[in-house]
């Protein structure tokens, strides 16, 4: 049993622990918070909360009972799962290396915090034994998700995308933006293209983004080219096989917006609505010769929790690329076609 | 066991038939939809899809399953919910009485459509051997459960209050506003007030009310006067003590805000975010002699769940109004205090 510590406990370190939790092959020993609030009232009550030693008193005065510093959960543990705020997990990189732990930042580091960023469906295999992982952001995991898939199956010349980022979090009351179309940034590329490029080196990819005065989801809008001609009917059926892709047929479902996509898992039970799959609206996949154009749709709370819980296992060679999918997307409820989701939420309708 | 058809499978429709079939003294017949999406596909391979006659070949095209029509649904049970669209109820009110059923309204119909307005907290009793009861709205529930709790206790002399409304929920995507307050109306008194009066005739309330470009929530902004001066703790007290309003601190949750709240509702696991219980600011309430402001969010999705629930059970006198909250209550996971909600959101966690 890997035994983890998750270094932050808000949008994605709430669920990499649960998640953690959720696994046969390693325990969740304890979650950090900063601040006192419901969530570190939930992790105290969980018996699971440690918090900085200057942090120690601020907890006290709230009246939060705290298991100890973060510096005594890092030695009891083999790796931490950092998921303080972007910027933030280069700073406390060198604490790790001095316990001795293993860590992953997220996408929110750069590349070179950790030396290798990570994403299942391509690179899984590559992490093993590293001290050091980087699991790529949510758009990058989006992307890499379709695009590797894609060359596993087809001989993929260029990628062109636009990605139409949610402007928030939904509880992120403070930030925006709130009535306008952000080119982030105004000067071309935008840094998925490139941080998708730390994973797939070889792949000619361009991408541009704007933020847009939404909450729920990120949109991609794909162009892809193909050194040869392809079949729409075999790219959906090389999407519908593969791990954690959800092609969903729009017109029949009525699923045509990402504010669709998230009431589709409110309504079939997903935990905070979250939806790991990277979701494709089936209608969307256009092809003509050896062009292609598909729009998806990007949980940006969730979709990255299943590669941190691969990527433990990648680091710890726990488990086959194969094995440690089947076990992390059985554990979550992560489905591969729209009937196995409706299917998930017959079960759960009045449970 | 009271048959229950819920007429109606959108954003009340499906929340109280999954709430029905939580309860030991009701069973949940059958549910209607008139156009072909996923939630029908749902309902469907729950073996629970009833159609309009004229909608059969519609649904047939579509290629999903229906137990048959909606008048063969209604010769089939004792009690129909009617969760149509505002104004849509009042069709139906014929067929209903054609089959000899007894039906609940929503807050979206008038309050002579069926005669009698139903809030839990304020006049269970009176529903006994109704044929027809109308649920009042989201708003209008909220508003009386506060209201009849504060009678309960207090002398109100008045209530004034401005209702900031959600513009739309959160997967209506052709609704708005999203870039304006919008009077509603302008002419001044909003409808709340006189819908208050049609459970509690006797109060003098007088509301406003405009609609923000949110999703979430709505929320309420109080003045209320009583005959004789109070004392915060002890209206404090009176809200802990009552069922289905819950005093969060704002402080030491961190629960500043109608996202905060729902992203409370989603960390300790309610399906599709709900939150039934009213929620008071605690520190919103302000006391000064015979005067109090306060502050309150209300869930519009899923605040009216219980009382349709309720609704029921008083209608049939299948249990006393104590009784009928305990069950609902407890088979829904409606707490009365934010530590329950913790308590809740532990035993939740990672399960």
Request: cysteine-free.
């Given at each position: 049993m890997v035994k983890v510590a998750v270094n932050g406990f808000g949008t994605i370190g709430k669920r990499v622990a649960e998640a953690v939790m959720k696994q046969d092959d390693m325990t969740l020993v304890g979650v950090t918070k900063t601040r006192p609030d419901y969530l570190a009232l939930l992790a105290s009550k969980l018996g699971l909360l440690y918090v900085p030693q200057d942090r120690l008193e601020k907890f006290q005065k709230a009246g939060i009972e705290v298991q100890g510093t973060l510096e005594e959960l890092l030695e009891k543990v083999?790796?931490?799962?950092?998921?303080?705020?972007?910027?933030v997990g280069k700073e406390y990189k060198p604490l790790y290396e001095k316990h001795g732990v293993k860590a992953i930042f997220q996408g929110g580091e750069k590349h070179e915090v950790a030396g290798f960023s990570f994403s299942t469906l391509c690179n899984y295999d590559e992490a093993k034994d590293k001290q050091f992982v980087r699991v790529v952001s949510c758009n990058t995991t989006g992307l890499l998700r379709l695009i590797c898939t894609l060359r596993q199956n087809f001989k993929v010349k260029s990628v062109r995308a636009t990605i139409v980022r949610?402007?928030?979090?939904?509880?992120?009351?403070?930030?925006?933006?709130?009535?306008a179309i952000v080119?982030?940034?105004?000067?071309?590329?935008?840094h998925h293209g490139i941080d998708v490029k730390t994973v797939v080196p070889d792949l000619d990819i361009q991408t541009t983004a704007v933020v847009v005065p939404t909450t729920l989801a990120h949109t991609h809008v794909l162009n892809i080219r193909f050194e040869e001609p392809v079949k729409r009917e075999d790219v959906l059926e090389a999407l519908r096989q593969a791990p954690r892709i959800l092609v969903i047929p729009t017109e029949l479902s009525g699923v045509k917006d990402s504010a669709k996509v998230i009431e589709l898992a409110r309504d079939v039970g997903r935990k905070r609505h979250d939806m790991y799959e990277l979701v494709?609206?089936?209608?969307?996949v256009a092809v003509e010769g050896n062009e292609m154009f598909l729009m998806q749709v990007v949980h940006?709370?969730?979709?990255v929790t299943p590669e941190n819980v691969d990527a433990i296992r990648a680091m710890f060679g726990l488990a086959s690329k194969e094995e440690s999918i089947r076990k992390t997307d059985t554990s979550l409820g992560i489905v591969r076609t729209f009937e196995e989701l409706l299917e998930a939420g017959v079960k759960a309708f009045g449970k």
């Open positions: 083999d790796v931490v799962v950092d998921a303080t705020p972007g910027g949610r402007g928030a979090d939904p509880h992120e009351t403070k930030k925006g933006p709130i009535d080119p982030n940034p105004v000067t071309l590329p935008s494709v609206y089936e209608e969307s940006q709370e969730s979709i």
